[in-house]
């Protein structure tokens, strides 16, 4: 019989080595144990689509912009579906508001800030088997063997009326949608996390949208030690005249991508009528041996389900994406990306040259 676990102590979730022949293991398939901090890291591979310059820029700043990773036309074609998800009229600023029924007050938040409950659309997943963005996340992680994220959208209105951000209580410690850190940064190790967004519609200052503070980032070893033992391990307390913060620009289909330790949020809309609309889409080293993961994911992007890995995606409160379209077509790379194919395989679930939208599961799955 197996020893239970000590009264008062918790059980350690049981990490998982990467299908990587550079080492990550992780839990959960968003925050990574290194041998080496990405900030840090020495390359193996040679780049695919970043420069010497742009690698030079990630490392000290803790972000990387790749123009146009997908077309701008498949951007603005995202940007139409997300309008029309939602019932919205791009020409009625009055339709933004409309009210309706909140199931919690998490849905209430989301609905603030312009998060887009679909998860599982084509168009979605042909920015996630894109290779130019396949290719830039191969290069910030020196790694090919990667998942991409089941993430979402953002159509974010200005902030005003029932999206006005005064409706959520504030907090004196935590996450903080303006200025945030995706992991726990008093962390004696700190995990390697990495998030990325693929711009919809051009920047525009007042519309608001990603900002980060990339002097932080550069500068973030020697100021963690002037702080005090008790200070906040994901909101970032500074003079922002020290340390500024920024908004990079962004046009249609271009893509961010930063790393967790860079503290960032996204700012108010502040416009009359401007939207500022992304994709969320990263990727990570591929789990393949958590097979619960793996096939929680599979089942996600068969059956059209919301995906478990986050407690903030709750799904469409109107009508659910699995009632509305089919399942997504993968291509062989997007099936790798999915976990429904290996990187190690030489048996592909998807066929060479062609694409299918209900392929057999893969033997390991």
Not at 199 to 205: G, H, I, K, V
Not at 303 to 330: I, Q
Request: proline share 7%; glycine share 6%.
């Amino acid at each position: 019989m197996m020893a239970s676990t000590a009264p008062g102590r918790t059980r350690r979730p049981r990490l998982h080595r990467a299908a990587s022949g550079r080492p990550y293991f992780s839990a959960d398939g968003e925050s990574y144990l290194a041998q080496t901090a990405l900030r840090e890291l020495k390359k193996d591979h040679p780049l695919r689509v970043l420069s010497e310059e742009d690698f030079a820029h990630w490392q000290t700043y803790g972000y990387v912009i790749v123009r146009e990773a997908i077309p701008a036309g498949s951007a603005r074609r995202l940007l139409d579906f997300t309008w029309d998800f939602q019932g919205l009229d791009p020409d009625r600023p009055e339709s933004w508001y409309e009210d309706r029924p909140f199931r919690s007050e998490l849905d209430q938040q989301l609905h603030v800030y312009g998060f887009v409950e679909a998860y599982h659309h084509q168009l979605l997943w042909d920015s996630r088997q894109s290779q130019r963005v396949y290719d830039a996340f191969a290069d910030v992680w020196d790694c090919e063997e990667l998942w991409v994220t089941l993430d979402r959208l953002n159509l974010n209105p200005p902030n005003v009326g029932n999206r006005d951000r005064a409706l959520i209580e504030p907090t004196d410690r935590g996450f903080d949608i303006e200025l945030h850190w995706d992991i726990d940064t008093t962390l004696g190790v700190p995990p390697q996390r990495v998030q990325g967004i693929i711009a919809l519609n051009d920047t525009r200052p007042e519309t608001g949208g990603f900002q980060c503070c990339p002097e932080l980032f550069r500068q973030f070893d020697e100021w963690k030690v002037r702080q005090p033992a008790d200070r906040d391990p994901l909101r970032p307390a500074i003079d922002r005249a020290e340390l500024p913060v920024v908004r990079p620009e962004l046009h249609p289909g271009d893509l961010l991508i930063w790393n967790g330790l860079l503290a960032h949020g996204v700012a108010r809309n502040a416009s009359e009528n401007g939207v500022r609309a992304v994709q969320y889409l990263s990727m990570m080293p591929a789990l393949e041996e958590h097979t619960r993961l793996r096939q929680s994911r599979v089942d996600s992007w068969r059956h059209l389900r919301t995906p478990r890995w986050n407690r903030t995606l709750v799904g469409d409160p109107v009508l659910h994406e699995s009632k509305r379209y089919p399942t997504a077509s993968l291509t062989e790379l997007g099936s790798k990306l999915l976990g429904l194919g290996s990187w190690h395989d030489t048996d592909e679930s998807v066929p060479a040259g062609g694409q299918s939208g209900e392929p057999s599961c893969a033997a390991s799955v």
